[in-house]
């Protein structure tokens, strides 16, 4: 199993980004799939997830600005940034909470860079 997220770089205030996470391999299921996002100095926080039945939850922070989705027969969530803030900046993880092999696994992606500057 791999998990692949993408889609971050430097974006001006007001901008936007989408990050994509992408699982591959042989998963049985993906129940759930969270984003985090961790600025320096500070704790990771949740920004947003999405169920394998489409119920979707947002951060106070990113309401109204960031949509998560899905496209289940590719296995990919997405992170649809707009309306992107100086404090939106930090480091962003996806986090499937998956089952395969007869157990549920709690994977981790790379992290992908936001970087939200004039």
């Known amino acids: 199993v791999q998990l692949q997220a993408s889609g971050g770089g430097l974006v001006q205030p007001g901008g936007s980004l989408r990050l994509s996470c992408a699982v591959s391999?042989?998963?049985?299921?993906?129940?759930?799939v969270n984003w985090y996002r961790q600025a320096p100095g500070k704790q990771r926080e949740l920004v947003a997830f999405?169920?394998?039945?489409?119920?979707?939850h947002y951060a106070d922070s990113v309401k109204g600005r960031f949509t998560i989705s899905k496209n289940h027969a590719v296995n990919t969530v997405y992170l649809q940034m707009n309306s992107l803030k100086l404090e939106d900046a930090a480091v962003y993880y996806c986090?499937?909470?998956?089952?395969?092999?007869?157990?549920?696994?709690?994977?981790w992606g790379q992290g992908t860079q936001v970087t939200v500057s004039s």
């Open positions: 986090n499937p909470l998956t089952y395969y092999s007869g157990s549920s696994h709690d994977l």
């Open positions: 391999g042989s998963i049985v299921s993906i129940n759930a």
């Open positions: 999405i169920t394998s039945s489409n119920i979707t």
